[in-house]
């Protein structure tokens, strides 16, 4: 119940956030204005501040809106997020140290992808991407990596949105991403060759769990050129680490040192990983 020290405009933003996040679907400023009870001109108000500061995502061609990044972030502090962190770092550190190459750390929410640690070389050309970011997952090695490792069912429901054109190397078709998927199950990595962010280029490996699940995956990151160059060496060394991470963290959850394990890190990802603002 509001008290005299709530600030009410404040209090109704965080409502229309709830709203969002009870919701497995984007919602529509009309469905948000209905749910409110607040008028229309003040809910968009709210949504576009919201989508502005990075709380809110507001999905242009279809006009809906969803969880930002902003409060990906809130997900970095989860304790099967914690634990995959330090189950990866000397894996991602070892990488970027090898290779100088910008090493990633994704998981999956919904039909995007949630940065959760990144390591960067010196002289790493600039991304964009940092951790808590959001980006689609059809368009994303990491996010193609995980998608090509899931259950049928969840794989066409994530196909089954808008495949947003992010540059124009974007693969926005769902019967070519189809395709396109069974190919990076077939060699065990997924390539974003400019698909994402002009001039930029990455290498995924899925890590997946006992029942081959994909809990998670990881990418090497360069400009398009250099990263082609190795390519060989990439793959070869991104499969091999995807492995030893996902032996690891079987290891961890059967020794019992997280009760949850990667167990709750893969299936229920959207209620363990972002609980902290509800199912996504």
């Given at each position: 119940?509001?008290?005299?020290?709530?600030v009410?405009?404040?209090?109704?933003?965080?409502?229309?956030?709830?709203t969002?996040?009870?919701?497995?679907?984007?919602?529509?400023?009309?469905?948000?204005?209905?749910?409110?009870?607040?008028?229309?001109?003040?809910v968009?108000?709210?949504?576009?501040?919201?989508?502005?500061?990075?709380?809110?995502?507001?999905?242009?061609?279809?006009?809906?809106?969803?969880?930002?990044?902003?409060?990906?972030?809130?997900?970095?502090?989860?304790?099967?997020?914690?634990?995959l962190?330090?189950?990866?770092?000397?894996?991602?550190?070892?990488?970027?140290?090898?290779?100088?190459?910008?090493?990633?750390?994704?998981?999956?929410?919904?039909?995007?992808?949630?940065?959760?640690?990144?390591?960067?070389?010196?002289?790493?050309?600039?991304?964009?991407?940092?951790?808590?970011?959001?980006?689609?997952?059809h368009?994303?090695?990491?996010?193609?990596?995980?998608?090509a490792?899931?259950?049928?069912?969840?794989?066409?429901?994530?196909?089954?949105?808008?495949?947003?054109?992010?540059?124009?190397?974007?693969?926005?078709?769902?019967?070519?991403?189809?395709?396109?998927?069974?190919?990076?199950?077939?060699?065990?990595?997924?390539?974003?060759?400019?698909?994402?962010?002009?001039?930029?280029?990455?290498i995924?490996?899925?890590?997946?769990d006992?029942?081959?699940?994909?809990?998670?995956?990881?990418s090497l990151?360069?400009?398009?050129?250099?990263?082609m160059?190795?390519?060989?060496?990439?793959?070869?060394?991104l499969?091999?680490?995807?492995?030893?991470?996902?032996?690891?963290?079987?290891?961890?959850?059967?020794?019992?040192?997280?009760?949850?394990?990667?167990?709750?890190?893969?299936?229920?990802?959207?209620?363990?990983?972002?609980?902290?603002?509800?199912?996504?």
């Open positions: 119940m509001p008290t005299k020290y709530s009410q405009p404040i209090l109704k933003a965080l409502r229309l956030l709830d969002i996040g009870a919701r497995s679907h984007d919602m529509t400023l009309a469905e948000l204005t209905q749910e409110s009870g607040l008028p229309k001109t003040t968009f108000r709210y949504l576009q501040t919201l989508s502005e500061a990075g709380y809110l995502r507001h999905n242009q061609q279809s006009d809906r809106y969803g969880i930002g990044p902003r409060l990906a972030l809130f997900a970095t502090s989860s304790r099967e997020v914690a634990q962190r330090r189950s990866v770092r000397p894996e991602m550190e070892s990488l970027a140290a090898d290779l100088n190459l910008t090493v990633n750390l994704a998981i999956g929410m919904g039909t995007y992808i949630v940065y959760v640690d990144i390591v960067k070389p010196r002289n790493a050309p600039h991304m964009d991407a940092h951790i808590g970011q959001q980006h689609p997952m368009s994303t090695a990491v996010g193609k990596a995980i998608m490792h899931l259950p049928p069912a969840e794989r066409n429901a994530a196909l089954d949105s808008v495949l947003a054109e992010m540059t124009a190397r974007t693969i926005s078709s769902p019967q070519a991403m189809r395709r396109h998927l069974q190919s990076v199950k077939q060699r065990g990595y997924a390539l974003d060759r400019e698909e994402t962010e002009t001039g930029m280029s990455c995924g490996c899925p890590v997946l006992a029942t081959g699940y994909p809990i998670a995956a990881i990151s360069a400009l398009d050129a250099r990263l160059s190795i390519l060989d060496e990439c793959s070869r060394r499969i091999e680490a995807s492995g030893c991470i996902a032996s690891h963290l079987q290891a961890t959850a059967i020794r019992g040192l997280s009760s949850s394990g990667t167990e709750n890190l893969g299936k229920d990802r959207g209620d363990s990983i972002l609980a902290v603002f509800g199912p996504v």
